[in-house]
């Protein structure tokens, strides 16, 4: 398992974070990445977590929690980094900063298209619950 640290993400990464999210697959054209980003930095219940390798950032998580549950978005390894335990590390690293928080329990969410990832998430301990999730837009992003 690499034993690099993640750290919190900085403004500088914004757009480096943005392009491992593409390349991740992660973006969708109703989610504003960048408003997710700052968002997610604002207040002192959330952060986006990225590990950084030769100068590159190459996995991040973004954490948080609601004073119920935590949460895990945005979890990715860079392409050519996957397979190597970095995905794993990154997902200890998003759980250490939960806990932190006096977090016990966390949730994620994984779309329908991307049962693949239901293998990696069950390898760390994840079962899907037996709930639907619900949604409804507030405020339109601009
Ligand atoms: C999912 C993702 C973060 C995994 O990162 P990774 O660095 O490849 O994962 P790891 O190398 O730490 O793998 C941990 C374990 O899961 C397994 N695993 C990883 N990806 C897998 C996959 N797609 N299918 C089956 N098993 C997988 C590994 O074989 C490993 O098993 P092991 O512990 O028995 O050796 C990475 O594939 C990714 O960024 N995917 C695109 C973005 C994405 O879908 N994110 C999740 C959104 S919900």
Redesign the pocket.
């Known amino acids: 398992m690499p034993s690099v640290p993640s750290r919190s993400a900085t403004d500088a990464d914004v757009p480096a974070l943005i392009a491992l999210w593409e390349a991740?697959?992660?973006t969708r054209p109703h989610n504003h990445p960048p408003t997710d980003i700052a968002f997610a930095r604002k207040g002192p219940n959330s952060d986006v977590l990225v590990i950084e390798i030769d100068k590159r950032l190459v996995?991040s998580a973004m954490v948080g929690h609601d004073g119920h549950r935590g949460w895990v978005y945005?979890?990715?390894?860079e392409?050519t980094?996957?397979?190597?335990?970095?995905?794993?590390?990154?997902m200890v690293e998003a759980e250490r900063w939960l806990a932190s928080k006096g977090v016990w329990k966390m949730h994620?969410?994984?779309?329908r298209s991307?049962v693949?990832?239901h293998?990696?998430y069950e390898?760390?301990g994840f079962s899907e619950s037996e709930v639907s999730v619900l949604s409804k837009i507030l405020v339109a992003q601009a």
């Open positions: 991740c697959g992660l996995a945005y979890v990715a390894v392409p980094q996957q397979k190597r335990g970095l995905g794993r590390h990154m994620l969410m994984v779309r991307n693949e990832v293998d990696f390898k760390l």
